[in-house]
Structure formats: structure tokens, C-alpha cells
């Protein structure tokens, strides 16, 4: 038997592990859909956060703030200042029930605390 029949054996044999099975190799099968929630960050430090969706990494600006997703609805948000801990909060994703900037979202986390806005002629 020569090799290009052994190759032409296995991938006969892979295609009926793949059909026998019932498993669709091209599409991974979704538990959960994604969930989009806001991050604002009302401190003067830029904040690292891991993400779920790329294995990368996300900044969020000082005084800014950034859309993140998750795909579970209960996780831990830990966010990286210089490489150490900074912010670690247990979210639950609650779908449509934060209002930010017109639109709807899933969960926001806001790090720091709102600073009033001073009002000239007041203190």
C-alpha cells in the first residue's frame, strides 16, 4: 500500500469518526452567547484587563472607558495596573439592563468614584 493511499485511508477514517459521531468539526458549539458590557474607569491610571475573546490584553484609558465581552454570565473582572493586581470584582451579566451612551448593555463595572462637578460661584 503506498502513501498516498494510507493518507487517503486516515482521512476516510477521520470523516466517519466526524459523520458516526454526530460532531461538526468545522463549527465549535456555543453553551452561551456573548455578553457586552461597558468598563468605565473614572481613575488617573490606564487599567489592563485579560480578554476573553482574543487572549489578549485590553487597556482601558484614565478618565475613559471601553466595550468588553464575556461569554459567561457570571466571571471575575480583574484588572492589571503595572502588571499587578489592581481591581477585582465578581460580575453577574444581567442582558439589557445598563443604559450607556443611548445603548443598552449586559453589565457595567465602574472603577474609581465619580467625582462631583463643581458649580462656579458654589463653596
Known amino acids: 500500500m503506498g502513501r498516498k493511499s494510507l493518507i487517503i485511508l486516515c482521512l476516510l477514517g477521520m470523516f466517519a469518526i466526524i459523520v458516526l459521531s454526530g460532531a461538526d468539526a468545522t463549527t465549535p458549539a456555543l453553551s452561551e ?36 465581552v464575556v461569554w459567561h454570565e457570571n ?3 480583574i484588572g492589571y495596573l503595572n502588571g499587578d493586581p ?5 460580575m453577574e451579566v444581567m ?4 443604559q450607556f451612551n443611548c445603548k443598552s448593555y ?3 463595572a465602574v472603577i474609581g468614584a465619580e467625582e462631583p462637578t463643581p458649580v462656579e460661584g458654589l463653596g
Open 33 to 68: 452567547p456573548p455578553y457586552v458590557g461597558v468598563i468605565r474607569n473614572l481613575t488617573k491610571n490606564d487599567i489592563a484587563f485579560y480578554s476573553e475573546n482574543s487572549q489578549g490584553t485590553i487597556v482601558v484609558p484614565a478618565k475613559g472607558w471601553v466595550e468588553y
Open 75 to 77: 466571571f471575575d473582572l
Open 95 to 98: 442582558p439589557g439592563n445598563f
Open 106 to 108: 449586559d453589565f457595567m
Open 86 to 90: 489592581y481591581y477585582c470584582k465578581k
